[in-house]
């Protein structure tokens, strides 16, 4: 089976940062890779799809890329909303990365 | 506006059944995948089936396979998850999914979700 891992599990950041998350696959992955921001209590939202396509309404701070088996969720200028869980999950069987969570440095 | 409403959550002894329901509006189900997903309190996200478009692919995580069967009433739009033989560690929020293609990739829209607690 293709497994995700994700890291970190964890990312402090503040206001204004730049962050980056990453997922990688166990091999190389047929299909694509989506990301998602949870918030406490509320259903995933889907934020990227096809490793780099803005879901509609997304703001342009939130951007994906790949190489090879990584692929990366980058945030440029973090805004207070922002502060959540991600999760990546690839299309092949639907595997999502363990989550990280954004947190106030 | 796309809406998916789930219901069917409830308290359950461990081997019990529970059918959930998700009903959904604002797009056809026949032109669309539509999966569950599942997260355990505190937990992460796990997908656990889907339906392809047409109804007639089904797919499922291993950990389920064989206790949970994926259905749909297309005149109804609703799509169901039936869950037998639960076990404690099944207990988590269960949320329907809508897929932006008509095979399961990615999930577009996302239900309120509905809990379920083994015990």
């Known amino acids: 089976d293709v497994q995700m891992t994700q890291s970190p599990s964890t990312l402090p950041a503040s206001v204004g940062d730049r962050i980056t998350i990453t997922c990688r696959a166990g091999?190389?992955?047929?299909?694509?890779l989506a990301w998602y921001q949870q918030k406490p209590g509320k259903a995933p939202q889907l934020l990227i799809y096809d490793a780099s396509t803005l879901e509609t309404g997304v703001p342009s701070r939130f951007s994906g890329s790949a190489s090879g088996t990584e692929f990366t969720l980058t945030i440029d200028n973090l805004q207070p909303d922002d502060f959540a869980t991600y999760y990546c999950q690839q299309y092949y069987r639907q595997i999502f990365g363990q989550g990280t969570k954004v947190e106030i440095k | 506006e796309v809406q998916l409403l789930e219901s069917g959550g409830d308290l359950v002894q461990p081997g019990g059944s529970l059918r959930l329901s998700c009903v959904t509006s604002g797009f056809r189900l026949d032109n669309h995948a539509m999966s569950w997903v599942r997260q355990a309190p505190g937990g992460g996200l796990e997908w656990l089936s889907a339906?392809?478009?047409?109804?007639?692919?089904?797919y499922y995580a291993d950990s389920v396979k064989g206790r949970f069967t994926i259905s749909r009433h297309i005149s109804k739009n609703t799509l169901f998850l039936q869950l037998n033989n639960l076990r404690v560690e099944d207990t988590a929020i269960y949320y329907c999914?809508?897929?932006?293609?008509?095979?399961?990739?990615?999930?577009?829209?996302w239900g309120q979700g509905t809990l379920v607690i083994v015990s």
């Open positions: 999914a809508k897929g932006r293609s008509v095979i399961p990739r990615y999930f577009q829209e």
């Open positions: 339906m392809g478009a047409t109804g007639a692919t089904t």
């Open positions: 091999q190389r992955t047929t299909g694509g």
